[in-house]
């Protein structure tokens, strides 16, 4: 099975763009998506198929590809977007999925 | 309004076994992929097994294959994950998760239950 690789923790002031980064070989063929969880709360889709924002999300979030690198941007981030956020994909046989390691984006 | 509530849960010692049960409502249950997903305390998702619409294409994360099997009764709208040869490792938060896109195989969850706790020790 393949990895997601995604930086531990992300830090940035409220107002300000964070960015966070998904990374695996797997990604320029297979779709990526992102979760956002709060402690004590179940996850919660974010973006869909790299880009796709579902209903009920904040346009701040977006999402974008290149290569073998996704990345999750929080334009004007607020306090309340302090959270842990989880980059997902899954293989081309349609029976395994797989979530990166997690990131802590703090607002300082 | 989906709804995913998992039950089944609780305290069992290493070696012995345990079903877990979701309970579907709010969409069309026999259309999608599902899924389990795991969360032990302090640590991140791992994902552990999905079940096509149709119980086609079934998959399981290495760690929890030949002793975890994941099945499902579009019927009574309910999925299932039975546990056998419990580990201390497999103590976590399980969720039970609908996939994003009708039809498809196992791809990505979108909506999910509250989680159910299983704890594994003596």
């Known amino acids: 099975s393949y990895e997601l690789t995604q930086p531990p923790s992300v830090s940035v002031s409220p107002g300000q763009t964070a960015r966070i980064t998904c990374s695996g070989d797997?990604?320029?063929?297979?779709?990526a998506y992102w979760y956002q969880q709060k402690p004590g709360q179940a996850p919660v889709l974010v973006i869909y198929?790299?880009?796709e924002r579902p209903s009920g999300i904040p346009e701040r979030f977006s999402g974008s590809s290149s290569g073998t690198t996704v990345t999750l941007t929080i334009s004007g981030v607020q306090a309340e977007d302090e959270a842990d956020y989880y980059c997902q994909s899954a293989d081309s046989s349609g029976t395994s999925v797989v979530f990166g390691g997690g990131t802590k984006l703090t607002v300082l | 309004e989906v709804q995913l509530v998992e039950s089944g849960g609780g305290l069992v010692q290493p070696g012995r076994s345990l079903r877990l049960s979701c309970a579907a409502s709010?969409?069309?249950?026999?259309?999608?992929?599902m899924h389990w997903v795991r969360q032990a305390p302090g640590k991140g998702l791992e994902w552990v097994s999905g079940?096509?619409?149709?119980?086609?294409?079934?998959g399981y994360a290495d760690s929890v294959k030949g002793r975890f099997t994941i099945s499902r009764d579009n019927a009574k709208n309910s999925l299932y994950l039975q546990m056998n040869s419990l580990r201390a490792e497999d103590t976590a938060l399980y969720y039970c998760?609908?996939?994003?896109?009708?039809?498809?195989?196992?791809?990505?969850?979108?909506?999910w239950g509250q989680g159910t706790l299983v704890t594994v020790s003596s």
């Open positions: 998760a609908k996939d994003h896109d009708p039809g498809r195989g196992i791809v990505a969850p979108d909506y």
């Open positions: 198929k790299d880009s």
């Open positions: 079940i096509s619409w149709n119980s086609g294409s079934i």
């Open positions: 797997a990604l320029p063929k297979q779709y």
């Open positions: 709010g969409f069309t249950f026999d259309d999608y992929a």
